[in-house]
């Protein structure tokens, strides 16, 4: 994190930053839910001078607890087509994304530190090509945390920097920088106004994303919005690499009849799937749970006894059912 210290536009504790609409919603506890985030909307204004174009870049550095207790980043660098050659002509525009910008992940509980910012970077030959590589970059370590992808996040990061400090005039043109020391799900504004520009529960935000004032109308200052979510269950768990990588040693002893190298992946998988940072741990056991009665099936009587091996095609891991039983 500290992009904030390459290119400030002004002083982020200037800014207006806000949970939408009513607090009604109780802070989620820890290790019952999954967490996501998505940029949703963004308002761009008065912002262009003389004939210089600029390519605009979302950037997302979230920081939160571990099931180790350490720490980790999960950056995010987004250059949509829509934020292309911005110029005089491109002012007061609201521009409509729904962006990942984290999860879904296991809320451990804890602080999560969230530093979420819009950049213009002068347009040059060298600017396009670079922002695409970033992109591409952070889409492949993802916004989960996955120990094979890990590795990129650094990378990420240190060409981010690198890219933000030598572009002199690039400029956060809107952002937030803050800590959540508790989980609310709901909808977030960040304004380019002061502090008390508007009450939380005078604000709504408009089916297509725009962010609406008291009076109903779009607020025309500057701004981002961005929803922050929770579900008891993760839809995409079977991609989770390490989870994956498991069953499948597993699946191919089976499809071999090696009852000693399943009996080995049994238990490597039980001890990967009740440990992973991307489950909570009841879905990890119960996908264990799960796994342990596929090989029962797939070697039958094998197991306990030295009766012959069937031949048994166990399921693609995508069709276990981890939430339907």
Same mark, same amino acid.
């Given at each position: ?20 609409? #009513?607090?009604?919603?109780? /802070? ?50 987004? /250059? ?22 984290l999860g879904p992940i296991p809320y451990r509980g804890g602080d999560i530190e969230v530093e979420l910012g819009l950049f213009s970077i002068p347009q040059s030959d060298l600017v396009e090509p670079y922002l695409a590589v970033l992109d ?9 945390? /996955? ?5 990129? $996040?650094?990378? $990420? ?8 400090? #030598? ?22 504004? $960040?304004?380019? /106004? ?93 996908? #264990? ?13 094998? $197991? ?22």
């Open positions: 994190m500290g992009w904030w210290t390459k290119a400030t536009r002004e002083p982020a504790e200037s800014w207006f930053f806000t949970r939408i609409g #009513a607090a009604t919603t109780a /802070a989620v506890e820890p290790d019952v839910a999954y967490v996501s985030a998505f940029l949703r909307s963004m308002r761009l204004a008065d912002r262009r001078v003389g004939t210089t174009t600029y390519r605009g870049s979302v950037t997302s550095s979230i920081s939160l607890p571990t099931r180790t207790g350490g720490n980790a980043e999960l950056i995010v660098v987004a /250059a949509p087509k829509l934020l292309a050659k911005l110029d005089a002509s491109n002012q007061d525009r609201v521009v409509t994304v729904n962006i990942r910008l591409e970059l952070s889409t492949l370590a993802g916004v989960s945390l /996955a120990a094979p992808a890990l590795p990129l $996040v650094k990378t $990420v990061k240190s060409a981010l920097n690198l890219l933000v400090g #030598a572009q002199n005039e690039t400029e956060l043109e809107i952002g937030v920088l803050t800590t959540f020391e508790e989980l609310l799900p709901g909808d977030y504004c $960040v304004v380019r /106004a002061p502090r008390d520009f508007a009450q939380a529960s005078d604000l709504t935000i408009a089916t297509d994303g725009r962010l609406l004032g008291p009076d109903g109308k779009e607020i025309t200052k500057p701004y981002l919005v961005f929803t922050v979510s929770t579900t008891e269950q993760r839809a995409d768990w079977f991609k989770i690499p390490e989870i994956r990588v498991a069953y499948e040693e597993i699946r191919e002893a089976a499809r071999r009849g090696d009852l000693q190298r399943a009996q080995e992946g049994e238990r490597a998988f039980r001890r990967i799937a009740t440990t992973c940072d991307d489950l909570l741990r009841h879905d990890g056991v119960r996908l #264990a749970d799960l796994v342990d009665k596929e090989i029962d099936a797939a070697f039958g009587e094998s $197991v306990l006894t030295s009766a012959p091996v069937q031949l048994y095609e166990m399921p693609d891991l995508k069709h276990m059912p981890l939430y339907s039983e």
